[in-house]
T-cell receptor, first 116, second 113 residues
Framework: GAVVSQHPSRVICKSGTSVKIECRSL??????MFWYRQFPKKSLMLMAT?????????EQGVEKDKFLINHASLTLSTLTVTSAHPEDSSFYIC????????????FGPGTRLTVL | RKEVEQDPGPFNVPEGATVAFNCTYS??????FFWYRQDCRKEPKLLMS???SGNEDGRFTAQLNRASQYISLLIRDSKLSDSATYLC??????????????FGKGITLSVRP
């Protein structure tokens, strides 16, 4: 079964609105979660690393004021796309490492954002 | 040089064919290696980890050559259900319990009847 969930799975919004995406680890605690973006026919690009209890670490070229990340608990990270524009339309995916002897990162099912 | 580079695609093969994907990585200190599978409009899912000794899971065989910084995936007796994008994934330093992964661009496989 799924170990990481995301909500919503799909969102369509008007330009200028803000959209919040939630990522939850379902049966384990995650001090770190990762947020990726994937444009059609392109690779996953890491946007930021979400750290529980501290500030997120953003990759080069990703605007931290545009993509707000909050890791409020050990099972929840949120990504807010502020003042969304059509060029922000993409597939946003989170992942969380289970840790311990399990080296795997588990991905959420993704959120498809369309900004009109 | 890109951190993770995969063969350009796409691959279009008949059912039953054997297909091989190759991948190279730039950071020789990288420690963990994976192949993920991504279906259209879905999230990536782990297909298999890749070890220096090579590992096999049914019709899938993965190999790692650290000296050449090269990873491969072999799919034997391909099925229609193998049609997907295959992502080569590497964990470069710095390491830790929550270290990042680097993804290749992916190669799309289409298996035809």
């Amino acid at each position: 079964g799924a170990v990481v969930s995301q909500h919503p799975s799909r969102v369509i919004c008007k330009s200028g609105t803000s959209v919040k995406i939630e990522c939850r680890s379902l049966d384990f605690q995650a001090t770190t979660m990762f947020w990726y973006r994937q444009f059609p026919k392109k690779s996953l690009m890491l946007m930021a690393t979400s750290n529980e209890g501290s500030k997120a670490t953003y990759e080069q070229g990703v605007e931290k004021d545009k993509f707000l990340i909050n890791h409020a608990s050990l099972t929840l990270s949120t990504l807010t796309v502020t003042s969304a524009h059509p060029e922000d339309s993409s597939f946003y995916i989170c992942s969380a490492p289970r840790g311990g002897v399990d080296d795997t990162q588990y991905f959420g099912p993704g959120t498809r954002l369309t900004v009109l | 040089r890109k951190e993770v580079e995969q063969d350009p695609g796409p691959f279009n093969v008949p059912e039953g064919a054997t297909v091989a994907f190759n991948c190279t990585y730039s950071n020789s200190a990288s420690q963990s290696f994976f192949w993920y599978r991504q279906d259209c409009r879905k999230e990536p899912k782990l297909l298999m980890s890749v070890y220096s000794s090579g590992n096999e899971d049914g019709r899938f065989t993965a190999q790692l050559n650290r000296a050449s910084q090269y990873i491969s995936l072999l799919i034997r007796d391909s099925k229609l259900s193998d049609s997907a994008t295959y992502l080569c994934v590497v964990r470069p330093p710095p390491f830790g319990a929550n270290s990042k992964l680097t993804f290749g661009k992916g190669i799309t496989l289409s298996v035809r009847p």
